[in-house]
C-alpha cells in the first residue's frame, strides 16, 4: 500500500523568505508524486508532478520539488514566499493505474497549512 | 475551456436521506474520480470511472456509489447518509494522466 507522511501540519514564514514544505512517501513500485495546492472553500490546484523524468520539477508560481529516491522523499521549496502563497498544501503519490498509461488513485498526505506573515 | 464543473456546491441533509452529487470533468478528460475531504484531512479516495465501469475503488460501503455517462459525466450517490458523511466532495477528471479536481462539493448531514 501506498502512502504519504508530511511533517509538519503548520509551518509560518515571513514574506521573502524560503518555503520548505516536507513530503515522505512510501510506495512498492516507482511511484508518481504530486503537490497540489488549496486556497480556503476551493478545490485542489495542481502545483508540479515527478513522473520518473528529471529529479527536479519545476511547478507553478516559482515553486519546485525534487525526487530523493535514497530518501524517500518530495520535498517543496520556493525560494521567496509570498502573502499570496498562503494556502493548505498536500503531497500525493499514485500508482499506475490499470488499463495502462492512466494514473490510479491519489493517496494524499494529511497537508500542511502555510502561514506568511508581513 | 471549462474546467471540471461540480454541483451543487453546497447540501444539506438530514440522517438517512440519499444524495445525489454531480460533476462535469474537463473536456476532453475521460475518467472521473472522486474523494471525500473530512475537514481538516486530506482527501480520501472514493472510486474511479472510465468507459463507464468503475474501475478503482476505496475503502467505503456499498452505501457510496457512482455513475458514469456516455459523455464522460459522473455521479456520486451515497445511501442512509450518517453525520460522518459531512465533508467536501471533490471530483477530478483527467485523460491517461494528472488529475485536475473541481471546486467540490460541501455536503453537511445533519
Known amino acids: 500500500a501506498q502512502s504519504v507522511t508530511q511533517l509538519g501540519s503548520h509551518v509560518s514564514v515571513s514574506e521573502g523568505a524560503l518555503v520548505l514544505l516536507r513530503c515522505n512517501y512510501s510506495s512498492s513500485v516507482p511511484p508518481y508524486l504530486f503537490w497540489y495546492v488549496q486556497y480556503p472553500n476551493q478545490g485542489l490546484q495542481l502545483l508540479l508532478k515527478y513522473t520518473s523524468a528529471a529529479t527536479l520539477v519545476k511547478g507553478i508560481n516559482g515553486f519546485e520539488a525534487e525526487f530523493k529516491k535514497s530518501e524517500t522523499s518530495f520535498h517543496l521549496t520556493k525560494p521567496s514566499a509570498h502573502m499570496s502563497d498562503a494556502a493548505e498544501y498536500f503531497c500525493a503519490v499514485s500508482d499506475q493505474g490499470t488499463g495502462g498509461t492512466s494514473y490510479g488513485k491519489l493517496t494524499f498526505g494529511q497537508g500542511t497549512i502555510l502561514t506568511v506573515h508581513p | 475551456d471549462a474546467g471540471v464543473t461540480q454541483s451543487p456546491t453546497h447540501l444539506i441533509k438530514t440522517r438517512g436521506q440519499q444524495v445525489t452529487l454531480r460533476c462535469s470533468p474537463k473536456?476532453?478528460?475521460?475518467?472521473v474520480s472522486w474523494y471525500q475531504q473530512a475537514l481538516g484531512q486530506g482527501p480520501q479516495f472514493i472510486f474511479q470511472y472510465y468507459e463507464e465501469e468503475e474501475r478503482q475503488r476505496g475503502n467505503f460501503p456499498d452505501r457510496f456509489s457512482g455513475h458514469q455517462f456516455p459523455n464522460y459525466s459522473s455521479e456520486l450517490n451515497v445511501n442512509a447518509l450518517l453525520l460522518g458523511d459531512s465533508a467536501l466532495y471533490l471530483c477530478?477528471?483527467?485523460?491517461?494522466?494528472?488529475?485536475?479536481f473541481g471546486p467540490g462539493t460541501r455536503l453537511l448531514v445533519l
Open positions: 473536456s476532453g478528460h475521460d475518467t
Open positions: 477530478a477528471s483527467s485523460f491517461g494522466g494528472t488529475q485536475y
